[in-house]
Protein backbone atom coordinates (compact mmCIF):
# COMPACT_ATOMS: atom_id res chain seq x y z
CA UNK A 1 0.00 0.00 0.00
CA UNK A 2 2.93 2.11 1.11
CA UNK A 3 4.82 1.54 -2.37
CA UNK A 4 1.05 2.23 -4.59
CA UNK A 5 0.90 5.65 -2.36
CA UNK A 6 4.49 6.76 -3.11
CA UNK A 7 4.18 5.89 -6.78
CA UNK A 8 0.99 8.19 -7.00
CA UNK A 9 2.62 10.92 -4.95
CA UNK A 10 5.82 10.63 -7.22
CA UNK A 11 3.14 10.88 -10.18
CA UNK A 12 1.34 13.99 -8.74
CA UNK A 13 4.51 15.76 -8.18
CA UNK A 14 5.42 15.08 -11.76
CA UNK A 15 2.43 16.91 -13.03
CA UNK A 16 2.66 19.50 -10.63
CA UNK A 17 6.45 20.56 -11.87
CA UNK A 18 4.82 20.21 -15.29
CA UNK A 19 2.79 22.45 -14.61
CA UNK A 20 4.74 24.59 -12.79
CA UNK A 21 7.31 25.04 -15.85
CA UNK A 22 4.50 26.20 -18.11
CA UNK A 23 3.38 28.46 -15.70
CA UNK A 24 6.96 29.95 -15.55
CA UNK A 25 6.95 29.67 -19.27
CA UNK A 26 3.82 31.61 -19.52
CA UNK A 27 4.49 34.45 -16.59
CA UNK A 28 8.59 34.93 -18.57
CA UNK A 29 6.75 35.69 -22.30
CA UNK A 30 4.42 37.69 -20.23
CA UNK A 31 7.17 39.52 -18.62
CA UNK A 32 10.04 39.71 -20.97
CA UNK A 33 11.10 42.70 -22.73
CA UNK A 34 9.39 42.58 -26.65
CA UNK A 35 6.28 40.45 -24.87
CA UNK A 36 2.99 40.06 -27.01
CA UNK A 37 1.91 43.67 -28.03
CA UNK A 38 -1.58 44.56 -26.37
CA UNK A 39 -2.86 47.85 -26.29
CA UNK A 40 -6.27 49.70 -25.70
CA UNK A 41 -6.92 53.03 -27.53
CA UNK A 42 -9.77 55.38 -25.95
CA UNK A 43 -11.35 57.79 -28.14
CA UNK A 44 -12.17 61.04 -28.58
CA UNK A 45 -8.85 61.24 -28.76
CA UNK A 46 -7.23 64.95 -27.49
CA UNK A 47 -6.84 67.25 -30.31
CA UNK A 48 -3.50 67.75 -31.53
CA UNK A 49 -1.79 67.76 -34.80
CA UNK A 50 -0.40 64.64 -36.36
CA UNK A 51 1.61 66.43 -39.22
CA UNK A 52 5.07 65.23 -37.63
CA UNK A 53 4.30 61.53 -38.06
CA UNK A 54 3.51 62.27 -41.87
CA UNK A 55 6.51 64.34 -42.29
CA UNK A 56 8.92 63.50 -39.40
CA UNK A 57 12.07 65.62 -40.99
CA UNK A 58 13.78 67.55 -38.21
CA UNK A 59 13.29 70.58 -40.57
CA UNK A 60 9.32 70.34 -41.17
CA UNK A 61 7.21 73.18 -39.45
CA UNK A 62 4.07 72.80 -39.10
CA UNK A 63 2.21 76.50 -38.49
CA UNK A 64 -1.46 74.67 -37.24
CA UNK A 65 -3.27 75.96 -34.01
CA UNK A 66 -3.19 72.35 -32.86
CA UNK A 67 -0.78 71.33 -30.12
CA UNK A 68 2.15 69.75 -31.49
CA UNK A 69 4.36 67.01 -29.75
CA UNK A 70 1.24 65.33 -28.34
CA UNK A 71 0.66 61.81 -28.28
CA UNK A 72 -2.69 60.96 -28.55
CA UNK A 73 -4.77 57.64 -29.41
CA UNK A 74 -5.54 59.16 -32.76
CA UNK A 75 -1.51 59.83 -32.99
CA UNK A 76 -1.10 56.30 -31.80
CA UNK A 77 -3.28 54.56 -34.11
CA UNK A 78 -1.84 56.22 -36.81
CA UNK A 79 1.74 54.74 -36.26
CA UNK A 80 0.20 51.19 -35.94
CA UNK A 81 -0.84 51.65 -39.90
CA UNK A 82 1.80 53.63 -41.02
CA UNK A 83 4.25 50.55 -39.44
CA UNK A 84 2.93 48.25 -42.62
CA UNK A 85 5.85 46.77 -44.50
CA UNK A 86 4.13 44.59 -46.48
CA UNK A 87 0.61 44.48 -46.35
CA UNK A 88 -2.49 46.11 -44.43
CA UNK A 89 -6.42 44.49 -45.03
CA UNK A 90 -8.43 47.11 -44.01
CA UNK A 91 -12.28 45.97 -43.47
CA UNK A 92 -14.51 49.13 -42.47
CA UNK A 93 -17.61 50.53 -42.66
CA UNK A 94 -17.52 54.25 -43.29
CA UNK A 95 -14.17 55.71 -44.23
CA UNK A 96 -13.83 59.51 -44.38
CA UNK A 97 -11.20 60.76 -42.27
CA UNK A 98 -8.90 62.53 -44.45
CA UNK A 99 -5.67 61.78 -42.11
CA UNK A 100 -6.52 57.75 -42.07
CA UNK A 101 -7.07 58.43 -45.95
CA UNK A 102 -3.40 59.93 -46.05
CA UNK A 103 -1.66 57.31 -44.11
CA UNK A 104 -3.34 54.66 -46.52
CA UNK A 105 -2.48 56.47 -49.70
CA UNK A 106 1.32 56.58 -48.13
CA UNK A 107 1.50 52.80 -46.97
CA UNK A 108 0.64 52.42 -51.35
CA UNK A 109 2.69 54.66 -52.40
CA UNK A 110 5.51 53.04 -50.52
CA UNK A 111 4.90 49.77 -52.20
CA UNK A 112 2.71 48.09 -49.35
CA UNK A 113 0.39 45.65 -50.67
CA UNK A 114 -3.43 47.62 -50.01
CA UNK A 115 -6.34 45.82 -49.88
CA UNK A 116 -9.88 47.56 -48.84
CA UNK A 117 -13.11 46.37 -47.76
CA UNK A 118 -16.16 48.36 -47.34
CA UNK A 119 -19.71 48.77 -47.18
CA UNK A 120 -21.28 49.42 -50.62
CA UNK A 121 -24.16 51.75 -49.13
CA UNK A 122 -21.20 53.81 -48.16
CA UNK A 123 -18.39 54.01 -50.56
CA UNK A 124 -19.88 56.73 -52.09
CA UNK A 125 -21.48 59.36 -49.51
CA UNK A 126 -20.00 62.96 -49.21
CA UNK A 127 -16.44 62.67 -48.31
CA UNK A 128 -15.53 58.97 -48.73
CA UNK A 129 -12.08 58.44 -48.79
CA UNK A 130 -12.94 55.30 -51.22
CA UNK A 131 -12.70 57.30 -54.37
CA UNK A 132 -9.21 58.11 -53.90
CA UNK A 133 -7.94 55.52 -52.60
CA UNK A 134 -9.29 53.68 -55.88
CA UNK A 135 -8.17 56.61 -58.22
CA UNK A 136 -4.70 55.99 -56.48
CA UNK A 137 -5.12 52.22 -57.92
CA UNK A 138 -6.00 50.66 -54.23
CA UNK A 139 -8.01 47.53 -55.01
CA UNK A 140 -11.18 47.86 -53.10
CA UNK A 141 -14.18 45.67 -52.67
CA UNK A 142 -17.35 46.43 -51.70
CA UNK A 143 -20.00 44.10 -50.19
CA UNK A 144 -22.52 42.54 -52.05
CA UNK A 145 -24.69 41.52 -49.64
CA UNK A 146 -28.10 42.92 -48.54
CA UNK A 147 -26.92 43.43 -44.97
CA UNK A 148 -24.15 46.09 -43.66
CA UNK A 149 -20.89 45.69 -43.63
CA UNK A 150 -20.36 47.07 -40.23
CA UNK A 151 -16.68 45.75 -39.22
CA UNK A 152 -14.07 48.35 -38.94
CA UNK A 153 -10.61 45.93 -38.36
CA UNK A 154 -7.11 45.80 -39.93
CA UNK A 155 -4.52 43.70 -40.54
CA UNK A 156 -1.14 45.00 -40.47
CA UNK A 157 1.53 43.04 -41.93
CA UNK A 158 -0.89 39.62 -41.07
CA UNK A 159 0.83 40.01 -37.14
CA UNK A 160 -1.08 43.17 -36.25
CA UNK A 161 -4.52 43.43 -35.29
CA UNK A 162 -6.34 46.55 -34.80
CA UNK A 163 -10.35 46.59 -34.40
CA UNK A 164 -12.91 48.26 -32.41
CA UNK A 165 -15.96 50.41 -32.29
CA UNK A 166 -14.21 52.77 -34.45
CA UNK A 167 -15.51 53.98 -37.69
CA UNK A 168 -12.67 55.69 -40.08
CA UNK A 169 -14.16 58.69 -39.71
CA UNK A 170 -13.97 62.42 -38.17
CA UNK A 171 -16.91 62.48 -36.45
CA UNK A 172 -15.82 58.93 -34.64
CA UNK A 173 -12.34 60.32 -34.04
CA UNK A 174 -12.84 63.57 -32.71
CA UNK A 175 -16.76 63.16 -31.41
CA UNK A 176 -17.81 59.38 -30.26
CA UNK A 177 -16.77 57.60 -27.14
CA UNK A 178 -14.94 54.32 -28.93
CA UNK A 179 -12.71 52.09 -28.46
CA UNK A 180 -9.61 50.32 -30.56
CA UNK A 181 -8.05 47.41 -29.12
CA UNK A 182 -4.56 46.87 -31.01
CA UNK A 183 -2.99 43.41 -30.36
CA UNK A 184 -0.46 40.43 -31.62
CA UNK A 185 -2.32 37.95 -30.06
CA UNK A 186 -2.09 34.29 -33.06
CA UNK A 187 -5.47 33.59 -31.43
CA UNK A 188 -7.26 37.05 -32.03
CA UNK A 189 -5.71 37.34 -35.00
CA UNK A 190 -6.47 34.38 -37.20
CA UNK A 191 -9.96 34.40 -37.10
CA UNK A 192 -9.85 38.24 -38.39
CA UNK A 193 -7.65 37.22 -40.90
CA UNK A 194 -9.93 34.30 -41.98
CA UNK A 195 -13.25 36.67 -42.09
CA UNK A 196 -11.41 39.02 -44.44
CA UNK A 197 -10.17 36.44 -46.54
CA UNK A 198 -13.35 34.83 -46.55
CA UNK A 199 -15.27 38.59 -47.54
CA UNK A 200 -12.22 39.28 -50.44
CA UNK A 201 -13.39 36.68 -52.02
CA UNK A 202 -17.03 35.98 -51.78
CA UNK A 203 -17.14 39.72 -53.27
CA UNK A 204 -14.97 38.86 -56.27
CA UNK A 205 -17.82 39.24 -58.11
CA UNK A 206 -19.57 42.31 -57.37
CA UNK A 207 -18.12 44.58 -59.75
CA UNK A 208 -15.50 46.40 -57.55
CA UNK A 209 -14.27 49.15 -60.40
CA UNK A 210 -11.80 51.13 -59.89
CA UNK A 211 -11.87 55.02 -60.74
CA UNK A 212 -12.28 55.49 -64.60
CA UNK A 213 -13.87 51.85 -64.91
CA UNK A 214 -17.37 51.62 -66.02
CA UNK A 215 -20.28 50.88 -63.56
CA UNK A 216 -22.34 48.08 -64.14
CA UNK A 217 -25.47 48.39 -64.93
CA UNK A 218 -27.18 46.38 -62.12
CA UNK A 219 -25.20 47.93 -59.61
CA UNK A 220 -26.30 51.64 -58.07
CA UNK A 221 -23.95 51.67 -55.24
CA UNK A 222 -20.31 51.24 -55.97
Known amino acids: MSVMWTVKAVGLGVVALSLSVELLGWLQRRLRPGKTLNEVLIFPSELACVERIFNPSSSYTCLCPFPHGVESSFSRLLRYILSASSSLDLCVFAFSNMDLGRAVLALHSRGVTVR ?12 SQIGALRKAGI ?15 AVVDGQLLITGSLNWTLAAVQGNMENVVVTEEPDLLRPFIKEFHRLWLCNDRAQNYRSGDQKPAHHQNP
Open 116 to 127: VLTDKDYAAIPG
Open 139 to 153: CVRCSAGSVYMHHKF
